[in-house]
């Protein structure tokens, strides 16, 4: 396991994203700009009940992992 750094994106579509790059650099610049919002640690559970192994598969094939919040019905 390894730290986790989550980014929120400044434009309209109320996208979030993982990422293992400190910087953020390997977020899709299309969905951007990106503002830091926090880490999560080795062993941390991931918040909203997302599957850490699922996210940390996706940063280490994409170098990210984007979602979006959806609005409970």
Known sequence: ????YK???DAPNQL???TGDQAGKSLP???GPWQSAGEIGPG???PYQLDRKQI???IDELGYQMWR???AS
Not at 1 to 4: A, P, S, V
């Open 7 to 9: 980014f929120v994106s």
């Open 44 to 46: 941390e559970k991931i």
């Open 1 to 4: 396991m390894k730290t986790i």
């Open 56 to 58: 940390e598969d996706s």
């Open 29 to 31: 610049v299309q969905h």
């Open 69 to 71: 919040m959806t609005k």
């Open 16 to 18: 979030s994203a993982y």
